[in-house]
């Protein structure tokens, strides 16, 4: 369906989604890399070798669950911007999503911003945390979004601008 | 469908209402339809609308479309002025 | 008449690629380039490239042309000559040029064509009108002159080009209304169909254009549903109200010059078009007549800048003798087998094996 319509299935995105018990010990990578493509710069900028493509630089990268220290390095380094770190928010109710941002204007720290599923519907207006853009990330902003629980497997990026409360 | 709204050629306004007249009266060849009705003769030299018309002449004479012989190409790649040339001669002294 | 050892036409990543190695081993080089930029397309390019480190990926392609212009004007032994048009190849390697109302002749040992691919067209009723471009004039106009292209715009092909164009429009606040692909799946990379396709953009398969209307200028564009056989089924029109249209129904060669200059040519569907038969250093049927990038073949900027590397490398090797030569080429090799991995590698990978010859000069 994904080669048809452009969005994974919610059922696959659970199944390779970092499993809850390895969140609780702080933020992971999710990878959504699901195409043979000949690309690697996962592997080489994770600092803690956390990410490996094994033989053929054109197969799928895998993550180290118990190396992956959720730092976002990777996810304004892929090429393809299909990484996102998901991490325990304060309020166990939600998570937070570090996610690549590559529009402007940027939001702000506290901005209440449009969430999107990864088939562009609506999930409701949720809370930027954080927006990181230094040098090292090459106008790849890394944008972190308070997600509701109930959204976990649905939420895959934001817009800012017009929707904006 | 109105194939006289389907543009091939833009250099010299050919649309395939008038591509499949041609083929029909039996220009059957890129070469023939170049010479005439100047297609492949404007200022993208048949860069934009060769593969179009070959296409079209493929379906036409229900051929492989490889077995088609594309434009012949001669100098020069672009048009230019022939006292350019001959001031070129010039420059060549020179050097 | 000035004599190089080697004339490179086109400046795009394949022909600096080749400038860059043929001089650095000691070659006079000539690297013409008709626009007046070094860079070719890489210099629309404002995403991040694929690959690995050793073709600068991560890396944004405009900031590619910026690092292989530094190092191919760190060389003593190339001149480049900017808005120059190459005219003709000549029997005796000469090449005439046109230089704004300059005609000039040079000669070389050797002649590098790389002159890169332009767009393919559709044909459909009203397809002349105003607001109908091609994709990579419209990324020309946003990402080097700064235009916007119009307010909304349905995009005709899901390959790289017509996923990435399609970002960078989203990008420049144009509403990118659908990614409209005439065959049944997704062809360019799926992660830059995830990316649109989370930003609410459609991608509609199967699909294709059937008419644009417009007074004077594109207003709507009517598309419809395609049957197996790509014909268009009645009764499944939509209409989208659009003042752009992007058509990205591929590239093709830009090989005429090798046509002129006597090579033997074929029709390869996977490469695009007319390509050159070639030998395993990419020379084609005419002695020292060579060829790197998407002149041979269409495919990414990183694996013509590595064809670009293996032909001046393989120049300079002829002309002069490299030292390290194998190990440099067996790495170059790699790469462009590495890149040419996966689905799509395949597919060129078939297209290439039609044109390659054993040696055709030997």
């Known amino acids: ?165 | 469908m109105n194939e006289k709204d389907i543009i091939v050629c833009r250099c010299s306004d050919i649309s395939l209402y008038d591509l499949k007249k041609l083929m029909e009266q039996g220009y059957t060849s890129f070469v023939e339809l170049k010479q005439i009705a100047r297609i492949g003769m404007g200022p993208c030299q048949g860069r934009t609308c060769s593969l179009l018309v070959l296409k079209e002449l493929a379906k036409f004479l229900d051929v492989p479309f490889e077995t088609l012989t594309p434009p012949t190409v001669r100098p020069t790649m672009s048009a230019l002025k022939l006292k350019m040339i001959a001031k070129g001669k010039n420059n060549e002294e020179q050097r | 008449m000035k004599h190089y050892d080697v004339v490179v036409v086109g400046a795009g990543p394949a022909g600096m690629a080749c400038a860059i190695n043929a001089t650095k081993h000691g070659l006079t080089v000539l690297l013409v380039e008709r626009d007046d930029f070094l860079g070719g397309q890489l210099i629309k390019q404002t995403h991040m490239f694929f690959g690995s480190e050793k073709q600068y990926a991560k890396t944004r392609g405009i900031d590619i042309a910026t690092i292989l212009k530094k190092e191919l004007l760190k060389q003593d032994h190339v001149d480049i000559m900017l808005d120059t048009s190459a005219l003709a190849i000549y029997d005796d390697k000469v090449i005439t040029l046109l230089n704004h109302h300059d005609y000039i002749k040079v000669k070389a040992n050797a002649i590098v064509v790389a002159t890169g691919a332009s767009e393919k067209v559709l044909a459909f009723p009203n397809n002349d009108l105003p607001g109908i471009y091609g994709a990579g004039a419209v990324q020309t106009l946003m990402n080097v002159h700064g235009v916007k292209p119009g307010k909304s715009v349905v995009m005709v092909g899901a390959g790289n080009i017509g996923l990435i164009v399609s970002y960078q429009l989203l990008q420049a606040g144009v509403d990118v209304k659908a990614v409209v692909e005439a065959s049944d799946s997704i062809g360019g990379y799926l992660v830059h169909a995830q990316k649109l396709r989370r930003l609410g953009v459609p991608i509609l398969t199967n699909h294709s254009v059937k008419e644009a209307h417009g007074a004077t200028a594109l207003e709507e564009l009517i598309i419809w549903k395609l049957d197996e056989n790509f014909s268009g089924i009645a009764g499944t029109e939509k209409r989208i109200e659009t003042d752009t249209c992007c058509l990205s129904v591929g590239l093709k060669p830009s090989s005429e010059m090798l046509r002129q200059a006597g090579a033997e040519m074929t029709y390869v569907r996977s490469l695009g078009g007319y390509v050159p038969y070639i030998n395993q250093n990419h020379e084609t049927t005419v002695n020292n007549l060579f060829v790197c990038g998407d002149v041979s073949g269409i495919e990414e900027a990183s694996s013509a800048m590595v064809e670009g590397f293996i032909v001046g490398l393989t120049l300079a090797n002829r002309f002069k003798n490299v030292p390290n030569f194998s190990v440099l080429m067996t790495d170059l090799k790699t790469q462009l087998k590495d890149l040419r991995a996966g689905e799509t590698g395949e597919h060129i990978m078939k297209g290439i094996k039609q044109i390659m010859r054993g040696d055709h000069h030997a």
């Open chain 1, 1 to 165: 369906m994904l080669k048809k319509t452009g969005y994974q299935e919610k059922e696959i995105v659970k199944k390779e989604f970092p499993p809850l018990k390895h969140l609780k010990k702080g933020p992971k990578a999710f990878i959504e890399c699901y195409q043979k493509i000949p690309c690697n710069p996962c592997t080489t900028s994770c600092p803690h070798d956390a990410i490996t493509i094994k033989g053929d630089i054109i197969n799928r990268p895998k993550l180290d669950l118990a190396k992956c220290v959720g730092c976002g390095i990777c996810v304004y380094n892929c090429p393809g911007l299909a990484i996102m770190v998901v991490g325990q928010a304060d309020n166990p109710d939600y998570k937070t999503f570090d996610i690549p941002y590559e529009f402007y204007p940027l939001p702000n720290k506290g901005d209440r911003v449009l969430g999107l599923n990864r088939k562009g519907e609506e999930l409701g207006m949720f809370t930027v945390l954080r927006v990181l853009n230094n040098k090292r990330q090459d106008k790849t902003a890394l944008v972190r979004v308070k997600v509701p629980n109930e959204f976990l497997y649905d939420f895959a990026t934001i817009k800012v601008g017009e929707d904006n409360e």
